[in-house]
């Protein structure tokens, strides 16, 4: 469940407890206000009833520059509601049945709220960038597999990732744009320290980590997409992105990290197949987000912005899949 806490004008007052009326919460109560705000309710929702109350209390206060909306997840509510508990044994039974809905309970003002923390470009970015493929540097050239796992559970590629997919989903230009600036940014300062590294240490042509980087195929671009779609479903079902962190790491850190030794080290055929790898493994990773969001039905609230979010996102999904087709045909006639 989530609570709601909505704060107002006095003058919306009907306004508003018609719409949670209408709406049918678990629960709802009415005070005075405090601050600089004169109404305040207390709402609780179902999950996947809170998206739509959400909407219509922002459509509401469109005209209202007074208003705040507080939304937090709620452990438990006790007595539990009739209608809660016999939901909760009829969604026990489809479970075990199958699991036929593919709806979630997160809403969309969490999603954009989680995936912006995580593109701010700072010095804590930075430095986790510059560790990570130092790290993955290191693991690459003494062909460890182990100091390649550490630097990839460290690496920050997540985040600006899952924003540019959610983004999309969106039609949010601005958060594409941001996204895909701190992405960009991470990759250039990754590879620019892999690259100053080997000014200083020999670059092992022989380590098998460092070769497997150079390795083009269906199965990679597979691999790829599987992170990027795993990637997507950990948000927008509120489970620990952690592991899944380290599982799209595994696609982006290794062959940038990769491409630098390559370079540095003057074999641009390699760096080449290891900087294609990249790119196959950047754009499965999108393009499987993508889809996602899409699947799990990620919207605009306002009904005219979902026609530019739906044009949006086909063609995005139409252009990545024509780059990693050219990518991955080019990166088959290296081979």
């Known amino acids: 469940m989530k609570f709601l806490k909505v704060t107002f004008p006095s003058t919306y007052k009907d306004q508003i407890i018609a719409?949670?009326?209408?709406?049918?919460?678990?629960?709802?109560?009415?005070?005075?206000?405090?601050?600089?705000?004169?109404?305040?309710?207390?709402i609780i929702v179902e999950p996947k009833e809170g998206q739509a109350l959400v909407d219509a209390l922002q459509t509401a206060f469109s005209a209202c520059p007074d208003w705040r909306i507080n939304i937090?997840?709620?452990?438990?509510?006790?007595?539990?509601?009739?209608?809660?508990?016999?939901?909760?044994?009829?969604?026990?039974?489809?479970?075990?049945?199958?699991?036929?809905?593919?709806?979630?309970?997160?809403?969309?003002?969490?999603?954009?709220q989680k995936v912006n923390k995580d593109i701010v470009f700072d010095v804590n970015f930075i430095v986790l960038t510059i560790l990570s493929a130092i790290v993955a540097t290191i693991g690459l050239n003494s062909d460890s597999v182990t100091i390649v796992i550490a630097a990839m559970v460290i690496a920050p590629l997540l985040g600006p990732i899952l924003a540019?997919?959610?983004?999309?989903?969106?039609?949010?230009?601005?958060?594409?744009?941001?996204?895909?600036?701190?992405?960009?940014?991470?990759?250039l300062i990754g590879f620019a320290t892999a690259l100053m590294?080997?000014?200083?240490?020999?670059?092992?042509?022989?380590?098998?980590?460092?070769?497997?980087?150079?390795?083009?195929?269906?199965?990679?671009?597979?691999?790829?997409?599987a992170s990027g779609a795993?990637?997507?479903?950990?948000?927008?079902?509120?489970?620990?992105?952690?592991?899944?962190?380290?599982?799209?790491?595994?696609?982006?850190?290794?062959?940038?990290?990769?491409?630098?030794?390559?370079?540095?080290?003057?074999?641009?055929?390699?760096?080449?197949?290891?900087?294609?790898?990249?790119?196959?493994?950047?754009?499965?990773?999108?393009?499987?987000?993508?889809?996602?969001f899409a699947w799990k039905g990620i919207r605009?609230?306002?009904?005219?912005?979902?026609?530019?979010?739906?044009k949006a996102m086909r063609v995005n999904v139409v252009l990545w899949s024509a780059v990693l087709a050219a990518l991955l045909f080019f990166g088959m006639r290296l081979l």
């Not at 540019?164 to 990759?187: P, S």
């Not at 370079?263 to 197949?273: D, I, T």
């Not at 605009?300 to 739906?310: T, V």
């Open 72 to 112: 937090m997840p709620l452990e438990a509510s006790l007595p539990v509601p009739e209608r809660i508990e016999k939901a909760r044994l009829e969604q026990v039974e489809k479970e075990k049945a199958k699991e036929k809905s593919s709806s979630n309970g997160a809403l969309r003002e969490e999603l954009v």
């Open 230 to 292: 795993a990637a997507a479903l950990s948000l927008t079902t509120g489970l620990s992105s952690a592991l899944v962190g380290v599982m799209v790491a595994v696609a982006l850190l290794p062959p940038s990290a990769a491409a630098a030794l390559f370079l540095g080290a003057g074999e641009y055929q390699q760096a080449q197949k290891s900087a294609i790898l990249l790119g196959l493994n950047v754009v499965s990773v999108l393009l499987a987000a993508q889809l996602v």
């Open 197 to 225: 590294i080997t000014l200083v240490m020999p670059v092992n042509l022989v380590s098998q980590e460092l070769l497997d980087r150079t390795t083009i195929g269906p199965a990679i671009v597979i691999l790829a997409l």
């Open 300 to 310: 605009p609230r306002i009904f005219s912005d979902r026609a530019r979010a739906r």
């Open 19 to 42: 719409l949670v009326t209408e709406a049918n919460p678990v629960d709802w109560s009415l005070d005075t206000g405090y601050g600089r705000y004169e109404q305040a309710m207390d």
């Open 164 to 187: 540019f997919g959610l983004g999309t989903a969106l039609g949010d230009t601005d958060l594409m744009a941001r996204a895909a600036k701190t992405g960009l940014f991470g990759f």
